[in-house]
């Protein structure tokens, strides 16, 4: 099962390298469909993350090709491959939304090619959540956490049982202490 994990994430990882490169090399050809989104978060970029943070259309779309790049790269290599599938679905999502909003063509073939590639980039999603999931056989943080915990329960029950019999021996024997003469 393992050769097909590395081979499904490098092959999931493929098209956010690449994408992630070009991107980086030109982010002019992006930043007319990406701007009129960049032009709503900015705001929300200013007020919850810095002032000084930079809110113009090419640097988010550049922070996000290089995003991108490294996650692709994380999940290919195998290395923080559940955080790195959750970041690429994060950037996935502005991309989406800005390069493919199929709702707002008038041309039937435009909204068309629109409409094809924002299901392909939902089945990424999908797929890069499945990636993110994945705990390679192995149990997750919450089963982990959750085991701690119930064993932790069965120990401490444990030590209230054993408190408990030790404390009716004790009981016991200072009372046949008390009866036998001495």
Same mark, same amino acid.
């Given at each position: 099962m393992?050769?097909?994990?590395s =081979?499904?994430?490098v ?7 690449v994408?992630? *490169?070009?991107? @980086?090399?030109n982010?002019?050809?992006l ?7 960049t032009d #709503? ?6 007020k919850?993350?810095?002032?000084r ?6 640097? @988010?779309v #550049? !922070? ?6 490294? /996650?692709?790269?994380? @999940?290919?290599? +195998?290395?923080?491959?559940? %955080?790195?599938? =959750?970041?690429?679905?994060?950037? @996935? *999502? ?13 041309? %039937? ?6 409409? *094809?590639?924002? =299901?392909?980039?939902l ?8 990636a !993110?999931?994945?705990?390679? /056989? ?5 089963? #982990? !956490? +959750? ?8 120990? *401490? ?5 054993? !408190? ?10 200072a009372?046949?202490? #008390?009866?036998?003469?001495g």
């Amino acid at each position: 099962m393992k050769p097909v994990r590395s =081979l499904a994430r490098v092959m999931l990882s493929g098209i956010f390298v690449v994408s992630g *490169v070009r991107n @980086l090399q030109n982010p002019g050809r992006l930043v007319p469909a990406a701007k009129p989104l960049t032009d #709503r978060v900015a705001p929300l970029i200013q007020k919850n993350v810095h002032s000084r943070f930079p809110t113009d259309a090419e640097t @988010l779309v #550049r !922070a996000n090709a290089a995003t991108q790049l490294i /996650g692709g790269l994380m @999940l290919a290599t +195998g290395k923080f491959t559940r %955080p790195a599938a =959750l970041i690429l679905a994060g950037t @996935l *999502v502005p991309a989406t939304a800005a390069g493919h909003p199929f709702w707002n063509n008038d041309d %039937p073939a435009a909204q068309n090619n629109n409409q *094809v590639h924002f =299901l392909k980039n939902l089945g990424l999603f999908g797929g890069l959540l499945l990636a !993110a999931a994945d705990t390679e /056989g192995k149990p997750g943080m919450r089963w #982990r !956490a +959750g085991h701690r915990i119930g064993h932790s329960r069965r120990s *401490v029950q444990r030590a209230v049982r054993t !408190a408990r019999r030790e404390a009716k021996i004790a009981v016991r024997s200072a009372a046949t202490a #008390r009866r036998i003469p001495g």
